[in-house]
């Protein structure tokens, strides 16, 4: 959660333009820092809600999430700033990164199916339509060696299948981890040792005040991983708050759809939607006052 907050200032405070004009096309490009939009999918759409500034953080929930870590570059749009990012160590992670960590919320946001409302029952239960081989136990050296790892960036295929950090010692235990504790309704319980106590400090839907920036949510209405039930609660939440917001059904589409949508079908239409409303919003913010 802090290191898409700090990506975002990063940006925001002329990090991105800095490194595209380094680049070989980069006089070709401008970045215009005061209308940042965020979007990201599953656990990126979490962390895309998580820049929100009324967040709060604790510096070892971002290497700790287990179920979600290896997601954290591929799904939110600021896959450009790994490279930074892999130069921070350990020991700096603890502190906060005052020059980096956003104070300005971004300009809107766009949650393709991002866990939320972690007051739900859903989130401690299992769920059965997930592979057999995800309900069965996990052998002790597996889950001893995940917990070993100090600092995660990335490790194992995404669920929406973004190939593996090939640098990655062996992916393949966290990512079964990561699908055990899903499966079998851990998921909080990994990542969050003080569940239920402190949700607010990690939950969008606990977090949302008049001052929320528009925000858009895509999903699927076949979802079994992450319910739309979750995404209609921060919908209504939005709409009782004032914020500017939708909520864009894609009908029979089961989590992580967006990495296997054909590009013209009648789901590539319906989730685009969301863009189609993210580009409203930038258009907006060029009307003269």
Request: aromatic share 10%.
């Amino acid at each position: 959660m802090e290191d898409v907050k700090d990506v975002l200032g990063w940006v925001q405070n002329g990090g991105l333009a800095r490194v595209l004009k380094e680049s070989e096309n980069g006089n070709k490009v401008r970045v215009d820092e005061d209308r940042v939009m965020v979007m990201g999918t599953s656990s990126g759409g979490h962390l895309a809600l998580s820049t929100v500034r009324d967040f709060f953080f604790f510096f070892w929930l971002a290497y700790s999430v287990g179920n979600y870590a290896w997601e954290i570059c591929e799904e939110t749009f600021s896959c450009s700033h790994r490279q930074h990012s892999k130069k921070i160590s350990s020991t700096r992670l603890t502190k906060r990164k005052k020059a980096w960590t956003s104070s300005t919320p971004p300009l809107a946001i766009l949650d393709f199916y991002g866990a939320k409302s972690f007051s739900s029952p859903f989130w401690t239960q299992p769920i059965p339509e997930m592979p057999a081989a995800f309900h069965a136990p996990l052998p002790a050296s597996d889950v001893a060696a995940v917990h070993a790892e100090k600092t995660v960036f990335i490790g194992g295929t995404s669920l929406e299948g973004q190939s593996a950090d090939p640098t990655h010692p062996n992916p393949q235990q966290r990512q079964a981890f990561a699908m055990h504790a899903i499966a079998t309704g851990k998921v909080l319980n990994s990542i969050w040792p003080r569940y239920p106590a402190d949700l607010d400090l990690i939950d969008p839907v606990l977090k949302v005040s008049s001052s929320w920036p528009p925000t858009a949510i895509v999903h699927g209405t076949a979802d079994q991983t992450i319910p739309i039930t979750m995404s209609k609660e921060l919908e209504k939440r939005l709409r009782e708050a004032g914020v500017k917001t939708s909520l864009f059904e894609v009908q029979g589409e089961p989590h992580t759809f967006a990495g296997k949508m054909t590009k013209g079908s009648a789901t590539w239409d319906s989730q685009r939607r969301g863009f189609d409303w993210l580009e409203e919003r930038l258009e907006e913010s060029y009307a003269v006052k």
